[in-house]
């Protein structure tokens, strides 16, 4: 079958047979499909009025120290969001750097090195981790990964570097239970991992084989293919792939809830519990009201002003890659 402007032409052994399209049918699949993309708009316009007009009161009262301050204090309704963004962006970057080098070297296996019988399995598991609830991994890194971050990592570290310039702040726990930024951040990094890596293998796969091989027609090693023949030609996609896992990390809030400590503190070290947006909004939106309530919609329009910042930085940096 093959289908000309508005006609649909139907091949038979005998004869060809045209039937026309019915204008009306035409014109309902291209209202449908517009509407389709109107409905989408719609839903984001409205929760973004939503949040904006619910957090509207709290911009008003405490302007822009709102975002600055880093007071959260439910008794005498002062509210600050300094915190809670400092958590989401460090728990997001400590995220990235863990699971993109993870992520593209799962790619890299499956495509380049991957035995064909080893494949299939390590490329389901993969599928099968994106599937898993949030709530799971969060369960997990509470009652099974934090236990054990907090006796082979926190207390032997904390040991370790105590007294070093630098390295004895941002590495030292306090209280090693387990739980805070640097245990949030490495629970996002396997969550994210499933994502990226599959849309990155799929990327590396599409590329042309005839580039591989020539490469190594003239001497190159595996190395040298992957750096200087498949990762250049799948760059612009593999960051499209690392922001789209950029966004999950921003925005998970069961599974960093279960493991971050949820404590309102600025600390310079990633052992000590902290707090992100999405963690604070799950756990007091619940009980919140009057100027709690404000507060907690401030926060939304926040996370989605990050978010936003940061798929706006990615375009432009896809764009310049394009260019040059």
């Known amino acids: 079958m093959a289908v000309l402007s508005d006609e649909i032409i139907v091949s038979t052994n005998k004869q060809t047979v045209r039937h026309r399209t019915s204008p009306l049918f035409d014109q309902g699949f291209r209202s449908a499909s517009y509407g389709s993309a109107l409905i989408v708009l719609a839903v984001l316009a409205g929760i973004i009025g939503t949040m904006v007009y619910g957090g509207w009161p709290a911009f008003q009262e405490f302007g822009f120290g709102f975002i600055t301050s880093s007071i959260w204090n439910v008794g005498a309704d002062q509210y600050g969001a300094w915190v809670a963004i400092t958590g989401t962006l460090t728990s997001a970057l400590i995220a990235l ?51 054990l971050f907090a006796n082979y990592v926190q207390i032997p570290l904390t040991t370790l570097v105590e007294g070093i310039p630098i390295l ?127 507060a907690l919609l401030a926060l939304g329009c926040i996370l989605f002003v990050v978010t936003f910042i940061v798929l706006a930085l990615a375009r432009l940096l896809i764009a310049r890659m394009k260019t040059h």
């Open 97 to 147: 750097v863990i699971g993109v080098p993870i992520s593209i070297g799962i790619a890299i296996f499956l495509t380049q090195l991957c035995p064909p019988w080893l494949r299939r399995p390590v490329s389901t598991t993969i599928e099968l981790l994106a599937a898993v609830p949030s709530i799971i991994y969060g369960m997990w890194g509470l009652f099974v990964f934090a236990p």
């Open 168 to 294: 004895g702040t941002v590495l030292y726990a306090r209280v090693p239970s387990g739980v805070g930024m640097m245990t949030a951040g490495i629970i996002l990094a396997i969550m994210i991992i499933p994502f990226i890596a599959s849309i990155t293998r799929d990327i590396l796969d599409q590329i042309p084989t005839v580039l591989r091989e020539s490469a190594y027609g003239i001497g190159c090693t595996t190395w040298e293919v992957v750096r200087y023949v498949l990762l250049p030609q799948a760059g612009v996609s593999i960051i499209g792939a690392i922001m789209l896992g950029l966004g999950r990390a921003l925005g998970e809030t069961m599974a960093v809830t279960f493991v971050i400590g949820n404590a309102n503190r600025l600390s310079l070290s990633l052992f000590d519990p902290s707090s992100t947006i999405a963690s604070r909004i799950a756990n007091e939106f619940n009980e919140a009201a009057g100027m709690q309530m404000n």
